[in-house]
C-alpha cells in the first residue's frame, strides 16, 4: 500500500514523500523591490523536509499585486532574492516550486504603480475589502481586460516562469483559485463577457488554459503545475454549478499534459474524484475539512488513493518538520493567526522543530 511517507517521481523530480507545503501568502517581501529576504530563505528551508514545498502566490508582474509587501518575479532584484530562497531549500534536500498569482480585481489602487485600476475578466467589483496601508479599503471596479490586455497577462506568466528557472525553482504552480484574476475568468459572476473569453464553461476556462499553456511552453510542462478551487467562494466568487467549467478545463489541456493539479476542496468529494479521473499527472489535494486543519487524517486520502499527494496548510506554518510530526502522530505546534501576515521574526521562523 502506497503511504504519504513513499517517495514519489514528479516531472522528474524524485520527492522525497508525498507531503506538500501549500502556498501561504506572509507578506514579508521586505527585500529591495518587493523581493524575498534572508528570513524568507530560512523560513522555507527549515521546512525542506517537505516532499514539496508551494511558495506563497508571487505576483507575475507589477500590477498583478494584491496585498502589501508580497514578492514578484518579474525583476532582476527579485530573481536574485529567489535565488537565496531556492539554494536554501536545495541545500536541505527539499524541492520548491514558486506559485505565480496575479490577484486581479483582488487588490486596490494604491498598491499599483502610478495608482492603476485593478483589473478583470469584467468591470465587476468584488464585495469585501483589503489591507492597505492606510488601512482597510473597499475592493474597487476593476478595468476589463482587453484582447491586448489578455495576451501581454499570459505572457506575463510566461517571463515570470522563465525567471523561476533562473532563480533555480524546480517549477511553477499556476493559481487559478481562491477567487483570484485566473477564478475569476472561470466563474461565471465575475467574468460577464460575451466574446472568446466567456458566455460558456469552455470560453470561461480558456485564459486558465492558455496561462498554463504559455507557462509549459516555456519551461516544460512537467515543471508546471495548476492550483484550483471548484466552487469556492473567495474573493465574492459563485460557481452554483462548477463541473462544467472546471472539466472542459481540464480537457482543454490534455495536450499540454501539466505535471498536477492541485485541487482546494470547498465542496463535494464527488467533484475531487471526477477530476481525478480526468487527469493523467499527480492530483494533489488539499482537503476539505469541517471546523480544524488538515492533520494526520488526511494521510488516509493517500493510501485509499483519492490523491497522489496532500498538502497542508497552517499545520505546516506552524511545524516546520511536519512530515516528522505526522509520522510520529504528533504533537504540534498551534498556528498563531496574528502574525500570519506581515511582521517580523514572530509567527515566522521562530516556530520550534521537535529536536529543539
Do not use: C
Not at 516546520?320 to 506581515?342: C, I, K, M, S, V
Request: net charge negative.
Amino acid at each position: 500500500m502506497t503511504t504519504a511517507f513513499d517517495p514519489i517521481d514528479l516531472g522528474g523530480n524524485r520527492l522525497a514523500n508525498r507531503i506538500v507545503m501549500a502556498p501561504m501568502t506572509r507578506s514579508r517581501a521586505y527585500g529591495p523591490g518587493l523581493s524575498p529576504t534572508a528570513r524568507t530563505a530560512e523560513y522555507y528551508a527549515q521546512r525542506a523536509s517537505a516532499g514539496l514545498i508551494v511558495t506563497e502566490g508571487t505576483q507575475p508582474s507589477a500590477t498583478g499585486q494584491g496585498y502589501p509587501d508580497t514578492p514578484g518575479l518579474h525583476s532582476a532584484e527579485q530573481v536574485a532574492g529567489w535565488r537565496r530562497v531556492t539554494d536554501a531549500v536545495h541545500a536541505g534536500g527539499g524541492r520548491i516550486f514558486v506559485q505565480l498569482m496575479h490577484t486581479g480585481r483582488i487588490g486596490h489602487s494604491s498598491l499599483l504603480p502610478g495608482g492603476q485600476r485593478p483589473v478583470g475578466a469584467s468591470a465587476v467589483r468584488a464585495k469585501g475589502s483589503v489591507y492597505t496601508a492606510a488601512g482597510a479599503q473597499k475592493f474597487e471596479e476593476p478595468r476589463e481586460l482587453t484582447e491586448e490586455d489578455i495576451a501581454q497577462t499570459v505572457e506575463d506568466h510566461a517571463a515570470a516562469a522563465r525567471n523561476a528557472v533562473a532563480a533555480g525553482f524546480d517549477g511553477v504552480e499556476v493559481h487559478a483559485a481562491n477567487g483570484y484574476l485566473v477564478h475569476q475568468f472561470l466563474a461565471p459572476n465575475s467574468n460577464l463577457r460575451t466574446d472568446g473569453w466567456g458566455g460558456s464553461p469552455e470560453r470561461r476556462a480558456r485564459f486558465a488554459a492558455e496561462v498554463v499553456t504559455a507557462v509549459a511552453d516555456a519551461i516544460g510542462a512537467e515543471r508546471t503545475g495548476l492550483r484550483i478551487s471548484p466552487g469556492n467562494p473567495l474573493g465574492d466568487i459563485d460557481e452554483p454549478d462548477p463541473e462544467p467549467t472546471y472539466t472542459a478545463l481540464l480537457r482543454a489541456l490534455e495536450p499540454v499534459g501539466p505535471g498536477y493539479l492541485h485541487v482546494v476542496e470547498t465542496g463535494e468529494r464527488s467533484l475531487t474524484l471526477e477530476l481525478r479521473k480526468r487527469f493523467a499527472g499527480v492530483l494533489i489535494l488539499n482537503a476539505r475539512t469541517q471546523g480544524r486543519p488538515s492533520g494526520p487524517e488526511e494521510l488516509a486520502l493517500v493510501e485509499d488513493g483519492t490523491a497522489d499527494m496532500v498538502s497542508y496548510g497552517a499545520l505546516f506554518l506552524a511545524n516546520p518538520d511536519l512530515p516528522r510530526r505526522l509520522r510520529a502522530g504528533g504533537p504540534f505546534n498551534t498556528p498563531d493567526r496574528a502574525t500570519y501576515y506581515g511582521g517580523d521574526d514572530r509567527g515566522y521562523t521562530d516556530y520550534p522543530a521537535l529536536d529543539a
